[in-house]
T-cell receptor, first 112, second 114 residues
Framework: GNSVTQMEGPVTLSEEAFLTINCTYTATGYPSLFWYVQYPGEGLQLLLK?????DKGSNKGFEATYRKETTSFHLEKGSVQVSDSAVYFCALSDLRDYKLSFGAGTTVTVRA | DTGVSQDPRHKITKRGQNVTFRCDPISEHNRLYWYRQTLGQGPEFLTYFQNEAQLEKSRLLSDRFSAERPKGSFSTLEIQRTEQGDSAMYLC????????????FGQGTRLTVV
């Protein structure tokens, strides 16, 4: 079946530091890949997505590239802000039924 | 567009009681999903509707769980004879039909079974 493994947290960074959260997946076929973010007290929001190999998703300074050869979708941001403190979830969608399979989430705290 | 709304936001119930949660999706979305999230874990798929038809149920959804979407709009998730292991955040999401469409999540209902 489908599964997602992402880097365990928590991750604590200083403002303007570089952030990487690793994500690898196991899936049959060609899934779509997503990063969702959950800010404190809020619901899950889509951060970015990629639907085919070598696609790069980007939003709010975050980027992730769909790497089929390594079955990875690592999230990166070059310079984090305090407002980026949140829980980040990597997910994949099986195009047969569109349900999402999530990783366990990575808590990121950015300190001023 | 008011987003996906869930009610109640919090529910505390005694073991053995029945509870029902409601989800109102974004109005033009015909797909609706229920997920369950426990502490420190990502959401896990429970069930999925396309319009009023329930198309898939996870093995996580025991016989005590039932979900409906009678008119293809709002949905309810009922848990009968609640157990402590049912304590979790129950999330609803909706999306348009089509490939690679974004799922929008509600803020969830947090259930605590005491």
């Amino acid at each position: 079946g489908n599964s997602v493994t992402q880097m365990e947290g928590p991750v604590t960074l200083s403002e303007e530091a570089f952030l990487t959260i690793n994500c690898t997946y196991t899936a049959t076929g060609y899934p779509s890949l997503f990063w969702y973010v959950q800010y404190p007290g809020e619901g899950l929001q889509l951060l970015l997505k990629a639907t085919k190999a070598d696609d790069k998703g980007s939003n709010k300074g975050f980027e992730a590239t769909y790497r089929k050869e390594t079955t990875s979708f690592h999230l990166e941001k070059g310079s984090v802000q305090v407002s980026d403190s949140a829980v980040y979830f990597c997910a994949l969608s099986d195009l047969r039924d569109y349900k999402l399979s999530f990783g366990a989430g990575t808590t990121v705290t950015v300190r001023a | 567009d008011t987003g996906v709304s869930q009610d109640p936001r919090h529910k505390i119930t005694k073991r053995g009681q029945n509870v029902t949660f409601r989800c109102d999706p974004i109005s033009e979305h015909n797909r609706l999903y229920w997920y369950r999230q426990t502490l420190g874990q990502g959401p896990e798929f429970l069930t999925y509707f396309q319009n009023e038809a329930q198309l898939e149920k996870s093995r996580l959804l025991s016989d005590r769980f039932s979900a409906e979407r009678p008119k293809g709009s709002f949905s309810t998730l009922e848990i009968q004879r609640t157990e402590q292991g049912d304590s979790a955040m129950y999330l609803c999401a909706s999306s348009r039909q089509g490939m690679n469409t974004e799922a929008f999540f509600g803020q969830g209902t947090r259930l605590t079974v005491v």
